[in-house]
């Protein structure tokens, strides 16, 4: 079993900043790619930034220049800084691991629950 818990949403002000963590626990053998997905009230979730196990990274159009993804492959936690925020990041992010190789030769895809960010004056 795998498990991602995210942590770090919060009410933020209009061009405030939040970091998010997601940190992953259970039977891993190793996470090759880690995304951060939003998902805006009465919207579908798409992909904002992800970052594979070598630490290339790539963001979504609407986040670039503001929003850095990061992880930290010995403490299994992938992080999201956002700055400069906007009315228009207020959603719930979700943490995703695909794939996870786990330690019994599984292959998996794992979500986490997800963190409310509400960005508003």
């Known amino acids: 079993q795998v498990q991602l818990v995210e942590s770090g949403g919060a009410l933020v002000q209009p061009g405030g900043s939040l970091r998010l963590s997601c940190k992953a626990s259970g039977s891993i053998y190793s996470i090759e790619g880690t995304g951060w997905y939003h998902q805006a009230p009465g919207k579908q979730r798409e992909l904002v930034a992800s970052?594979?196990?070598?630490?290339?990274?790539t963001y979504a159009d609407s986040v670039k220049g503001r929003f850095t993804i990061s992880r930290d492959n010995a403490k299994n936690t992938v992080y999201l800084q956002m700055n400069s925020l906007k009315p228009e990041d207020t959603g719930v992010y979700y943490c995703?691991?695909?794939?996870?190789?786990?330690?019994?030769?599984?292959?998996?895809?794992?979500w986490g629950q997800g963190t409310l960010v509400t960005v508003s004056s």
């Open positions: 995703n691991a695909n794939p996870v190789f786990t330690t019994d030769l599984r292959r998996l895809e794992v």
């Open positions: 970052i594979t196990s070598g630490f290339r990274s």
